[in-house]
């Protein structure tokens, strides 16, 4: 007879009665999606598991991990009250839960019984992001010429914490009144400091949230005994899983940048080693010279392998020298000894060639080098760092599976093989079938130039659909080159979303039917509910953008057709499905959906990989079958 862990079968009867009774009184739809998940969450949390779960829209995932991990702290033994940690990769979702979710969630298990206080939690972030009382005081003495918006900022900061919630606040000032890596012992505001009190307190809630980087930061604290930056915890979810490999790439990418070198040379300039400081300068020119591109430099920034030249070498084994002997000079501080030590060692990399480091050149666009050393043993890492310590942990996100299967994000999360490992999967509620028409053109004509026939389409397709459009570009440069050959034959306002350009969104949110042009980050994070977005066109299959790390996991392949197989197309997929997610986000949405790639056509290279990756619905190549879609989804309101 199989015996269930204290608090089990009550955590779950009270979990169908919050998403069956409860929540309905307060508004919400039952989703048996949802439940489901919610269920599958608590079994994960009392069996000490790890999950996969794929939560297809609008299923309401993170209401569903929130209200297991809630009964799931009910039901603990006292001794056993630890914190569950959430972590996220966008802050757009860390404030949700700790201003939305939860205390919309607290107020109504309050109200109902089931909790007898409210639910407490905190977002974590690293200390850069967090005001420094002594240095704001500096900072303000200084500040007599600013302008009035940026003093405002200044005295804003005075109240307000933490820095991303100051608007106004210039890059310059925001590096200067952050918390700094170390805290002078003898600061005369410490008993005071808010940033501190921030510290103490934040130990306190039962519910930790955090983004990907800060997780992975404590994580790395962990394995080398130094003091964790979060709170020992029981639990632990992590939302937006599929972004966790490149914040792991990134974390575990050692990089030298010009503004690092300049940075250190201003620092042993402060520190009265002015002489030296202009050596070191002199010495890196030349390194940066020898690493000078032979090519003209592209409008964004480029990646190429790093390769080991005489002059190169030379250069690096110079600058190595002299950082080793600035570092040997008497008086030199602790704290400038430790940078001077990490940049010879990041540089000794490019020596030796380590085989465990992927070596590359980043160049920016004006050429500058920056030097890049990444790990190839990201898996591994995520494994040894977040996975062996055995607490129970749910990842969760719309996008884990390509066609159908774990495998490649097992393999990218380091958890190939891995047991016992649970998968879970809840395909979106919506109705695809009726909702959601999927529009695939013939095959384009030799003849016409693609940016052409891109523009040629969108301006059909728009016309069919009355406006109310996003369009969804793989590259800023092919998004500016359609929306030029589209020569004003728009009959709809048109905006383009470059790269932060949040007043553009905010603008076609407004126009009602307008037709918004984006690409980047817009692929996932951004809702459009209602009519809004009618009509989604996907410009291009994104698929991943080639650089040194891609091109070394392809070497590792027998051959090209297997690296594409096994990396790539997954990839595709899974990227495909996060902006097709873009087009349904309620119940009552209708939209078309138009893949404009002729590869995903009838006859394509990746037609059969692009329809795998998406939900069953309805396929056309006629524009007529958009136009009867659309008047026969759309009410009569639509059309004015």
Not at 150 to 164: P, T
Not at 242 to 247: G, I
Not at 249 to 257: A, D, F, P
Not at 515 to 525: Q, R
């Amino acid at each position: 007879m199989q015996t269930y862990p204290t608090g089990y079968a009550e955590s779950h009867r009270i979990a169908e009665q919050i998403f069956r009774e409860i929540l309905p009184r307060h508004g919400m739809a039952v989703r048996e999606e949802q439940i489901a998940l919610c269920h599958e969450v608590l079994d994960i949390l009392y069996n000490k598991e790890i999950s996969l779960c794929e939560a297809g829209v609008g299923i309401g995932k993170t209401l569903a991990y929130l209200v297991a991990c809630i009964l799931w702290q009910m039901h603990r033994p006292n001794q056993l009250k630890m914190p569950v940690v959430i972590s996220t990769s966008s802050v757009a979702l860390q404030d949700a839960i700790l201003n939305e979710y939860l205390p919309d969630l607290s107020a109504v298990l309050l109200s109902e019984g089931i909790i007898t206080a409210p639910i407490t939690a905190v977002i974590r972030k690293g200390k850069e992001r967090f005001v420094c009382d002594a240095r704001l005081a500096e900072r303000q003495a200084k500040a007599i010429s600013k302008g009035s918006r940026q003093k405002g900022s200044l005295r804003m900061a005075e109240n307000v914490l933490d820095l991303d919630h100051i608007p106004g606040l210039s890059r310059y000032d925001r590096c200067r009144i952050c918390v700094p890596q170390s805290c002078p012992r003898d600061c005369f505001l410490r008993l005071d400091c808010r940033y501190q009190q921030y510290l103490r307190d934040s130990m306190k809630p039962d519910i930790q949230i955090c983004n990907h980087n800060y997780l992975l930061a404590n994580a790395s604290h962990r394995l080398e005994e130094r003091p964790l930056l979060l709170r020992q915890y029981q639990a632990l979810v992590v939302d937006e899983v599929h972004k966790l490999p490149d914040a792991a790439r990134q974390m575990y990418t050692e990089t030298l940048s010009a503004q690092d070198m300049d940075d250190l040379c201003s620092l042993l300039q402060q520190a009265h080693f002015k002489g030296l400081s202009k050596r070191l300068r002199t010495v890196f020119l030349t390194l940066s010279i020898s690493c000078a591109p032979s090519f003209a430099m592209p409008k964004r920034k480029i990646s190429i392998p790093f390769s080991l030249t005489p002059f190169r070498q030379a250069a690096i084994a110079d600058s190595i020298n002299l950082l080793q002997y600035i570092g040997s000079q008497p008086d030199m501080p602790h704290y400038l000894q430790y940078r001077l030590a990490e940049t010879e060692s990041l540089l000794r990399l490019f020596l030796l060639k380590v085989p465990t480091r992927i070596l590359y050149l980043e160049f920016s666009t004006d050429g500058q080098p920056t030097f890049c050393a990444a790990s190839n043993r990201v898996p591994q890492l995520l494994r040894s760092a977040l996975w062996n310590t055995r607490e129970p942990t749910i990842l969760t996100s719309g996008t884990l599976t390509a066609a159908g299967d774990f495998d490649h994000t097992e393999q990218l999360l380091g958890l190939a093989a891995y047991a016992p490992l649970r998968h879970f999967r809840a395909e979106s509620p919506f109705n695809y079938r009726k909702k959601c028409l999927l529009y695939i053109p013939a095959r384009r004509a030799a003849a016409v130039p693609e940016n052409q026939y891109l523009a040629d389409q969108i301006v059909r397709l728009t016309a069919a659909c009355h406006g109310r459009a996003l369009v969804l570009f793989t590259s800023y440069r092919q998004m500016r080159n359609v929306y030029d050959a589209l020569g004003g034959r728009l009959t709809f306002p048109v905006f383009q979303a470059g790269r932060g350009q949040n007043r553009s969104i905010q603008q076609f949110r407004q126009s009602g039917n307008g037709v918004l042009f984006a690409a980047g980050s817009c692929w996932e994070g951004i809702d459009f509910p209602g009519d809004m977005v009618s009509l989604l066109v996907i410009a291009k299959l994104p698929f991943p953008i080639p650089d040194p790390v891609s091109d070394y996991k392809r070497r590792q392949y027998p051959n090209l057709c297997d690296y594409i197989n096994a990396e790539i197309i997954p990839e595709m997929q899974k990227k495909l499905r996060q902006g097709f997610g873009r087009a349904i986000r309620t119940e009552q949405d209708s939209c078309v959906v138009a893949i404009l790639d002729e590869r995903a056509g009838i006859g394509g290279k990746y037609h059969d990989a692009a329809l795998a990756a998406l939900p069953t619905c309805p396929t056309t190549e006629r524009i007529e079958d958009v136009q009867q879609f659309i008047r026969e989804q759309k009410r009569p309101d639509y059309f004015l």
